[in-house]
């Protein structure tokens, strides 16, 4: 029995090298877009949430059966063709997804499904750390732009203000302000969702519960980053502050996150007691 075991083990720390090895230079390069990209810094905290919400559960995680599942050797195999088919095409994307998607078929293969059942939410919320693609990327910014802009010169022209909009660009009596890709949203949504997903994970018990949090905050991120831009246009029409001016800018952005966290946490308390 000893001999099965260690033989086992052997097994799996040789799994782990290749993975490792494997993987490294995909992940040399991920940290470095985490580094260069502000988009993505919060890429450096999504492995460690990951290894502390396993922490949590190693007690429950020693005690569970531990047995193959050929299933899990499938999505291994699907996971190495994307890593081939990845690195062939130069397609970062696809292969830092294939490390995600192997990831999870290892557990599954050398663990079964029970480690699985325990552990899926710790494995795909890694997929938070991986940048996406910059064809969605650029597409989703700039509607996303003029989504922001329209709003606000509608609600601007609804309280008896003088406003005329081109484009992503907002003329003001005496300023000119740019909804510029920086203030699109679209990267205080890649942050919010990462943080919806793991709000709606230790907060709601059912799996519906879960998921419709997690996708409320779409449209609470959008409506907090619109907020932020008529409260930046209000400020500039009503004042004589530079509102693009340091520290300001940067306290405008994290207002973002305060107000759409309390939305997200007011939603959550509510669909928590709706859906007992």
């Given amino acids: 029995m000893t ?35 502000s988009n993505y810094s919060h890429g450096f905290l999504v492995p460690l949430v990951s290894l502390w919400l396993l922490w949590k559960k190693r007690s429950d995680l020693a005690q569970l059966p531990k047995s193959q599942n050929l299933f899990g050797l499938g999505i291994v195999i699907l996971g190495m063709v994307l890593f081939i088919l990845g690195n062939g095409a130069s397609e970062y994307f696809t292969v830092r997804f294939s490390l995600v998607l192997t990831l999870f078929g290892l557990v599954l293969y050398i663990f079964g499904t029970p480690t699985i059942k325990k552990t899926w939410f710790e494995i795909l919320f890694l997929l938070f750390m991986i940048p996406i693609p910059y064809v969605i990327y650029f597409s989703a910014t700039f509607p996303m732009q003029l989504l ?3 709003v606000t010169v509608k609600l601007l022209s609804a309280i008896g203000m003088t406003v005329i909009r081109q484009g992503n660009i907002i003329h003001l009596p005496g300023e000119t302000l740019e909804v510029a890709e920086a203030c ?26 879960k998921i419709i949090l997690f996708l409320s905050t779409i449209p609470i991120a959008v409506a907090g980053n619109v907020f932020r831009v008529f409260v930046t246009a ?15 800018h940067t306290i405008m952005g994290l207002l973002v996150f305060v107000i759409a966290f309390i939305l997200l946490f007011i939603f959550g308390a509510i669909l928590k007691k709706v859906l007992k």
Wanted: glycine letters at 4%; aromatic letters at 12%.
């Fill in 234 to 248: 209000l400020i500039a029409y009503t004042s004589d502050i530079e509102v693009t001016a340091e520290p300001l």
């Fill in 148 to 150: 922001a802009s329209k």
């Fill in 3 to 37: 001999a099965i075991i260690q033989k086992k083990y052997t097994a799996l720390y040789a799994l782990t090298a290749v993975f490792v090895l494997a993987y490294l230079p995909a992940i040399i390069d991920l940290v470095y877009d985490w580094y260069s990209d």
């Fill in 184 to 209: 699109s949203g679209l990267r205080s949504l890649i942050s919010l969702l990462a943080l919806g997903a793991i709000y709606a994970y230790m907060t709601q018990k059912r799996l519906s519960g």
